[in-house]
């Protein structure tokens, strides 16, 4: 490669706020001059927009994702004695809801796509087993018609930790919208973030939005009585009002992540050491939203280091281990050999809407400079 090397950040979290600076200081300044802090207005609207873009009966902001789970296997009963099947390949917050509402989390192997493998979790089922936790990775909604089938084979509960699939859909269906209930993270680098920590619990159970809504709030009913045991787990207004703000760009900002990833797929699919992830409308029956770009890569480690000293900035996704890899979370005698050997090749390039074609472009170059073999030693 030449000139200079190209500075391509990972995540721009500065771009966040620059790119739509003007909009979001009025959104603020509207909700502060009312002193609209919780539950108020702006979060009712924002639910009322997410219900209507899913579409789904019941959407209830949360304080954050991991709370969206904790909350949704709550409502649905699972607690002390149950065991919850949840892939390995996923983010520490996954299996640790299991875990705080206590139940046990048990933990199965990822498939070829990297998303939960029925055949796995099949061979975990006991007479404990309360529900199945599919885990839409990376902005790609597992084969759900598989999950369902399994799920009510077993008579299980389906608890969807969409937390990096908000947009995303099977078969027309979005994901979140497929089981008992569905979550989904706000987290300010998710498809549609905020500037801090949000997240939602949707579905289309009535008894089970009735038992959210007052989980996150202490308890309490419409009529502010105390009627249950509950937590303070509710999305902030301010956080509600940005999502809104955003959600009314996310189509746009959704279609540039495909297009990223479509040029990605052009310019490294022809590369042997690579497993790209498949290009958009590869697949007539997923339509995905590439939160993150997941690729597997011979000479990982190296390939990593060589792109920091080009100025690419990539990430091995959740600290570079599975679940069950962390040895202080009791996981001992765990054994998913095809999981272990993923994690030896995953890598995420950068993938967000800030990125420029001539940044992605820089990325795909500095990769193949990389297996040409120039600057592999």
Request: hydrophobic letters at 45%; charged letters at 25%; proline letters at 4%.
């Amino acid at each position: 490669m030449q000139g200079r090397p190209r500075n391509v950040p990972f995540f721009n979290y500065p771009e966040l706020f620059a790119r739509q600076q003007p909009e979001i200081l009025a959104t603020l300044h509207d909700v502060l001059s009312r002193g609209a802090f919780i539950l108020q207005r702006d979060l009712a609207e924002f639910e009322a927009n997410l219900r209507a873009y899913l579409p789904v009966k019941h959407a209830l902001g949360v304080a954050d994702g991991t709370n969206a789970l904790q909350l949704a296997l709550l409502a649905i009963g699972c607690g002390p004695g149950d065991e919850v099947i949840v892939p390995a390949h996923t983010y520490i917050a996954s299996a640790a809801a299991v875990h705080f509402v206590g139940a046990k989390p048990v933990l199965c192997e990822c498939g070829p796509d990297h998303l939960i493998d029925v055949d796995s979790a099949q061979a975990l089922v006991t007479k404990r087993t309360k529900a199945v936790m599919p885990v839409q990775l990376n902005g790609r909604t597992a084969d759900m018609e598989r999950v369902g089938a399994f799920a009510a084979d077993h008579g299980l509960a389906v608890i969807e930790d969409a937390a990096q699939a908000l947009g995303s859909r099977f078969r027309g269906r979005a994901a979140g919208t497929f089981g008992a209930a569905g979550t989904f993270s706000f987290y300010p680098a998710k498809v549609l973030g905020c500037f801090g920590d949000g997240g939602a619990v949707v579905t289309n159970d009535d008894a089970i939005a009735e038992r959210v809504a007052l989980l996150r709030d202490h308890g309490r009913n419409a009529a502010g009585e105390v009627v249950a045991w509950g937590t303070n787990s509710r999305l902030d207004n301010l956080q509600a009002a940005v999502l809104n703000l955003k959600l009314k760009s996310f189509d746009a900002d959704l279609g540039r992540r495909r297009e990223i990833a479509r040029l990605y797929d052009a310019g490294l699919r022809d590369l042997a050491q690579l497993r790209l992830p498949p290009a958009p409308a590869s697949d007539r029956h997923h339509h995905d939203v590439f939160q993150n770009y997941e690729i597997e890569a011979e000479r990982r480690d190296q390939l990593k280091l060589h792109l920091e000293r080009l100025g690419v900035r990539t990430i091995v996704q959740f600290g570079g281990k599975a679940v069950h890899q962390f040895a202080g979370l009791g996981f001992e005698g765990v054994c998913l050999p095809r999981t272990e050997q993923l994690y030896t090749r995953l890598l995420l390039l950068p993938m967000n809407t800030t990125l420029s074609d001539d940044d992605v472009q820089y990325v795909i170059e500095a990769v193949r400079t990389f297996y040409r073999g120039a600057d592999a030693r």
